[in-house]
């Protein structure tokens, strides 16, 4: 993942003057969020917390990257992660979907490479 950290400004469907991003890619799914007919607002300044237990017993919180309600109603957890990653974080995905179907939310993983 290429990391460049900077400001998307004055988003129409986020509750924020601005959001932050962390890399290139996280930019151009903003970009995306923002031309999607269905989305109706979208945040990565939310504060939830997903607790899961690594692969070695610790017990660790992580923040998924987009909430994103959709016009449908329906409310998704979006994490972007480079498929090189994708082993390192089964554990918090398989924490994240028990904690999204709980709340009746979906969870989506974006791989990109």
Not at 67 to 80: A, C, F, Q
Not at 92 to 101: G, H, I, P, V
């Amino acid at each position: 993942m290429i990391a460049h950290r900077g400001e998307f400004k004055n988003p129409k469907k986020s509750p924020y003057n601005f959001e932050v991003y962390d890399s290139s890619w996280e930019k151009e799914f903003m970009e995306e969020l923002e031309k999607d007919e269905e989305i109706k607002k979208w945040t990565k300044n939310h504060s939830i917390i997903i607790d899961y237990y690594d692969t070695n017993s610790k017990f660790r919180g992580f923040k998924p990257e987009f909430l994103v309600e959709k016009k449908d109603g329906s409310i998704e957890l979006i994490e972007i992660k480079g498929r090189h990653l994708l082993l390192e974080f089964k554990k918090k995905m398989e924490s994240a979907e028990k904690w999204c179907n709980a709340r009746k939310m979906n969870l989506r993983v974006i791989s990109r490479y």
